[in-house]
């Protein structure tokens, strides 16, 4: 597609519920991003993919969450065990470059608002 | 404390007016990014730099790097409302290819900026 296109804009579930975000990144990306935006808190860093594997997984911020990636492309970042204070709002980002972000910056989607209630 | 400093942390200012809006970094830049965020949207990419003194505009808005002092300003000229939303810097601080373990970027905790008609 021409954006990173994430899926469900909007998703609402119960606590201890788990849930699964979905990221399509621009073809031909190899660098997929996570990140996490709460109120009033910037853009907290998630989990770096590089192709197919995570070299850097530092910000997920417990073991309730995982992320994979396939084919070098889609990317699902899954919470389990869903926590209130989970709620956020989850932003994919792709980028073009191999080695080093220097270049080309990234292109986001427009994430999912994740509620849990 | 956060790795990358933004201020003010919001601003109203009337249309027409000019701002800056500053971002500053705790380690060595290696690239600088300037995003826009409307409520409820990803982040829209505004501008790069990569080298000390670099400058770059784009309509009336201009972004440069103080290398140095390891901070970038980001100035709006005659401001509009269509400028309100929030802006962010990211920054590209332990690359791959300066030797770095991940090409993830840190973002400030952002700038909301309101204008008033």
């Known amino acids: 597609g021409a954006g990173v296109s994430q899926s469900p804009s909007n998703k609402v579930t119960e606590k201890g519920k788990d849930v699964e975000l979905r990221c399509d990144p621009i073809s031909g990306h190899t660098a997929l991003y996570w990140y996490r935006q709460s109120l009033g808190q910037g853009l907290e860093f998630l989990i770096y993919?590089?192709?197919?594997?995570?070299?850097?997984k530092s910000g997920l911020p417990s073991d309730r969450f995982s992320a994979e990636r396939t084919g070098g492309s889609v990317s699902t970042l899954t919470i389990q065990r869903t926590q209130q204070e989970d709620s956020a709002v989850y932003l994919c980002?792709?980028?073009?470059?191999?080695?080093?972000?220097?270049?080309?910056?990234?292109?986001f989607g427009s994430g999912t608002r994740l509620t849990v209630v | 404390s956060q790795e990358l400093e933004q201020s003010p942390q919001s601003l109203i200012v009337q249309e027409g007016k000019n701002l800056t809006i500053n971002c500053t970094s705790s380690k060595t830049l290696y690239g600088l990014y300037w995003y826009k965020q409307k409520y409820g949207e990803g982040l829209i990419f505004l501008m790069m730099?990569?080298?000390?003194?670099e400058e770059k505009s784009h309509e009336k808005i201009t972004a440069k790097l103080d290398e140095k002092k390891q901070q970038s300003s980001l100035h709006i000229t005659a401001s509009q409302p269509s400028h309100a939303g929030i802006y962010l810097c990211?920054?590209?601080?332990?690359?791959?290819?300066?030797?770095?373990?991940?090409?993830?970027?840190?973002f400030g905790t952002g700038t909301l900026l309101a204008v008033q008609p």
């Open positions: 990211g920054a590209d601080i332990a690359p791959y290819l300066y030797g770095g373990a991940t090409n993830k970027l840190i």
């Open positions: 730099l990569q080298k000390g003194g």
């Open positions: 980002a792709s980028s073009l470059v191999r080695h080093g972000a220097a270049n080309y910056g990234y292109t």
């Open positions: 993919f590089q192709g197919n594997s995570a070299p850097d």
